[in-house]
């Protein structure tokens, strides 16, 4: 069955502190990995995206992600966290060459100032 | 670029009524637009998929009658839940793409809480 998990729903930083957020997915096929990230208020932007290619990529507001292909996953992280990153972060795949994303369930991420 | 207004932002209907959620591409045309519907502490579920000038391909378990989606523009779709009851109360999110097999991620609209009383 296809699917996505994120094993942490919630997570609690103080500033500065380093993150790092699972995301497993099964799926058989080749696939394009997505992070989104959805600010309190605001719709679903995206963080990050992989295609092909280094398996570590770059985002937007210094987040980083790597996919690990033997393990099947694309975890998120962040060497320091802002106040200003609370949000909550969707993990997405979607199959090489089709439209439908499959999303995890989400983590909450609340930064303590 | 790449922006998609969802509007209301929140709606409150009596059950048995019916609401129409619009979403709209305001600075590209959207041949496809999907809409999604997350439950509490789940994931974004795929509800259907509209092509402009055609009929929307809906997900299995997703009644076609109740959640009446019309995409009769490049830049506006609308999804109408008809007959609303309870349980039909969720947050509903439109995104749109320019291109269906686009390599980038789609945009996504702010969503629509709907609360059905």
């Known amino acids: 069955a296809q699917s ?4 942490n729903h919630h997570v609690i930083l103080s500033e500065a502190a380093s993150l790092e957020l ?3 997915y099964s799926y ?6 997505f992070w989104y990230v959805q600010y309190p208020g605001q719709h679903l932007q ?4 992989y295609f092909s290619g280094d398996p570590l990529v770059k985002g937007i507001k210094g987040f980083e992600a790597e996919f690990i292909k033997s393990k099947f996953s694309f975890n998120l992280r962040k060497p320091s ?8 972060y969707f993990c997405a795949v979607r199959g090489s060459g089709t439209y439908k994303y499959i999303f995890g369930t989400g983590t909450r991420l609340k930064v303590l100032a | ?12 209907c009596k059950s048995g009524t019916s609401v129409k959620i619009e979403c709209r591409s305001l600075d590209f045309q959207a041949t496809t637009m999907f809409w999604y519907r997350q439950f509490p502490k789940q994931s974004l579920m795929l509800m259907a998929t509209s092509n402009e000038g055609s009929k929307a391909t809906y997900e299995q378990g997703v009644e076609k009658d109740k959640f009446l989606i019309n995409h009769a523009s490049l ?12 349980e039909d109360s969720s947050f509903y999110i439109c995104s749109a793409s320019g291109d269906q097999y686009t390599n980038y991620g789609y945009t996504f609209g702010s969503g629509t809480r709907l609360t059905v009383v």
Do not use: F, Y
């Open chain 1, 28 to 33: 058989g096929g080749t696939v394009n990995l």
């Open chain 2, 1 to 12: 670029g790449a922006v998609v207004s969802q509007h209301p932002s929140r709606v409150i």
């Open chain 1, 46 to 49: 995206l963080l990050l995206k």
């Open chain 2, 75 to 86: 830049t506006l779709s609308t999804l109408t839940v008809t007959s609303a009851h309870p």
């Open chain 1, 22 to 24: 699972g995301c497993n």
């Open chain 1, 81 to 88: 966290v802002q106040w200003s990153d609370t949000a909550e």
């Open chain 1, 4 to 7: 996505v998990s994120q094993h």
